[in-house]
């Protein structure tokens, strides 16, 4: 069993930046796949980035591609996601989750676990 726990939510003005971190539980958190996601309201869930094991491969969502990195701090059993050049769009509950059997479709594939989001509110 796995916790995600995510730190760093807030509220930034559009053009800045805000650093993400998802800390999890367990012995295991190298073996596992990592994304991030993010819900605005009224919207459904949708994938931002993700991150292999080692973290030599990530994938953005076009739309933060160029502003936003994903990386991995495997010895603190950490993902970030530091954004910058926020834009309003961005504004949503952010969400990391964790692959336990990498299947390199970070996109669509299944995540086993889930954190309990942050809120990040970009204002004009």
């Known amino acids: 069993q796995v916790q995600l726990v995510e730190y760093g939510g807030g509220l930034v003005q559009a053009g800045g930046s805000l650093r993400l971190s998802c800390v999890a539980s367990?012995?295991?958190?190298?073996?596992?796949?990592m994304g991030w996601f993010r819900q605005a309201p009224g919207k459904n869930r949708e994938f931002v980035a993700g991150?292999?094991?080692?973290?030599?491969?990530?994938e953005y969502v076009d739309s933060v591609k160029g502003r936003f990195n994903i990386s991995r701090d495997n010895a603190k059993n950490t993902v970030y996601l530091q954004m910058n050049s926020l834009k309003l769009e961005d504004t949503a509950v952010y969400y990391c989750?964790?692959?336990?059997?990498?299947?390199?479709?970070?996109?669509?594939?299944?995540?086993?676990?889930w954190g309990q989001g942050t809120q990040v509110t970009v204002s004009s």
């Open positions: 991150i292999s094991r080692s973290g030599g491969y990530r």
């Open positions: 367990g012995r295991t958190f190298s073996s596992y796949g």
């Open positions: 989750a964790a692959k336990v059997n990498p299947d390199n479709n970070y996109v669509l594939g299944k995540y086993d676990y």
